[in-house]
């Protein structure tokens, strides 16, 4: 069983969690006090970098890194991610931390609240706008979801660093096929049933989007009311969600080595924001959507109130795979057999907002 990390961005500062010969350990936090929104776990370089979004209530927002797996951090003596003077805009948080493919090894991401789309070529120690989304022709309709106007989700093309997909909240998806030069809306077959169009170009409330291990192009979509599937990188998307018990959710993951397996945690419904059914449940799908299972065994099989968010289900990359949700209850579960099984890492921590895992060693 390879040694994994598992880290672990909750509202009062982010833990450390290290899987060594089978054994879970937790740390004391890092950050204390800071809400942690984005962690990235940067394996390209000579060394793992760990990215974290830090948010203050003091201090502010920031992007934090460590090249020693948390021994030590370091931040930037300017801010790393900072809107130019002329858009009369500043950073609320950075929701989103994104390193690029192989294909641009020193390219990190960040998604930003207001809804931007941030570059660093120096692996996240400092940011320029993507002026071209900011200055996108449909911006001035966009409208904030129920958690802010962000930028949420960046998908990258393993092998071609031009092609980029955005998720912004709720202005839908947006992709770019040269380096952000140029962003198209592409949400053709995902519904707004809130707004009185409900099939418009652009204003879906998209809430999370996965990458197929299998093929670039195929993508899963959480929306809010409505799974969904793409299987040419965004250009079209049909529904999946037959079979769900609800088909309301904020997260979604991908398995990171099986084709067409994909993994979510409904929720009742936007105006009931628990485990569907109460019952605390990730549901799998392995042949992308054309059905799907509750894995349940080691879950609490009572009633459950344990919202999942957007960030906080999230495979590592192990095979078998370790799959892991952390939610507001302050639980973080994990399985290492793909799902079929879980077990209780951690309990009693503040409100889980992200949750990330890589193998760091056998």
């Known amino acids: 069983m390879a040694d994994v990390l598992l880290t672990v961005g909750t509202r009062k500062g982010l833990f450390l969690g290290r899987r060594t010969g089978g054994r879970w350990e937790f740390g004391e936090p890092h950050f204390n006090a800071q809400a942690v929104y984005a962690v990235a776990i940067d394996?390209?370089?000579?060394?793992?970098?760990?990215?974290?979004?830090?948010?203050?209530?003091?201090?502010?927002?920031?992007?934090?890194?460590?090249?020693?797996?948390?021994?030590?951090?370091?931040?930037?003596?300017?801010?790393?991610?900072?809107?130019?003077?002329?858009?009369?805009?500043?950073?609320?948080?950075?929701?989103?931390?994104?390193?690029?493919?192989?294909?641009?090894?020193?390219?990190?991401?960040?998604?930003?609240?207001?809804?931007?789309?941030?570059?660093?070529?120096?692996?996240?120690?400092?940011?320029?706008?993507?002026?071209?989304?900011?200055?996108?022709?449909?911006?001035?309709?966009?409208?904030?979801?129920?958690?802010?106007?962000?930028?949420?989700?960046?998908?990258?093309?393993?092998?071609?660093?031009?092609?980029?997909?955005?998720?912004?909240?709720?202005?839908?998806?947006?992709?770019?096929?040269?380096?952000?030069?140029?962003?198209?809306?592409?949400?053709?077959?995902?519904?707004?049933?809130?707004?009185?169009?409900?099939?418009?170009?652009?204003?879906?409330?998209?809430?999370?989007?996965?990458?197929?291990?299998?093929?670039?192009?195929?993508?899963?979509?959480?929306?809010?009311?409505?799974?969904?599937?793409?299987?040419?990188?965004?250009?079209?998307?049909?529904?999946?969600?037959?079979?769900?018990?609800?088909?309301?959710?904020?997260?979604?993951?991908?398995?990171?080595?099986r084709p067409d397996t994909a993994y979510v945690f409904p929720l009742n419904a936007d105006s009931d924001r628990v485990p569907a059914e109460r019952r605390c449940r990730v549901f799998r799908t392995r042949d992308a959507g054309a059905a799907w299972e509750p894995l349940s065994s080691g879950l609490p099989s009572g009633e459950h109130f344990g919202t999942v968010l957007r960030d906080a289900l999230c495979t590592d990359d192990d095979d078998p795979a370790g799959v892991y949700f952390g939610n507001r209850n302050g639980e973080v579960y994990g399985s290492d057999d793909d799902g079929d099984t879980w077990r209780l890492l951690a309990s009693h921590l503040p409100d889980v907002l992200c949750v990330r895992a890589a193998v760091i060693g056998h």
């Open 43 to 257: 394996r390209r370089g000579p060394r793992t970098r760990l990215l974290v979004s830090g948010d203050s209530a003091h201090w502010g927002p920031s992007v934090f890194h460590s090249d020693d797996l948390g021994a030590t951090w370091t931040e930037p003596t300017a801010p790393p991610v900072k809107f130019p003077a002329d858009t009369g805009t500043s950073l609320e948080r950075v929701w989103q931390l994104h390193p690029a493919g192989p294909a641009a090894p020193d390219v990190v991401y960040a998604g930003t609240e207001p809804a931007a789309l941030f570059r660093s070529e120096d692996r996240g120690e400092s940011f320029t706008l993507v002026r071209p989304l900011w200055e996108h022709p449909t911006r001035s309709r966009w409208e904030p979801g129920g958690g802010g106007e962000a930028v949420h989700t960046v998908i990258t093309d393993p092998t071609d660093p031009d092609l980029v997909t955005v998720a912004v909240s709720t202005a839908g998806v947006f992709r770019s096929r040269d380096g952000g030069a140029s962003w198209d809306p592409s949400n053709s077959g995902v519904s707004a049933v809130f707004l009185p169009d409900p099939d418009p170009e652009f204003g879906q409330c998209v809430h999370k989007i996965a990458q197929d291990a299998g093929d670039a192009d195929r993508l899963y979509l959480q929306n809010h009311w409505g799974v969904y599937r793409s299987d040419d990188a965004g250009a079209r998307w049909t529904d999946i969600g037959s079979g769900l018990p609800s088909d309301f959710g904020f997260a979604v993951a991908a398995h990171p080595h």
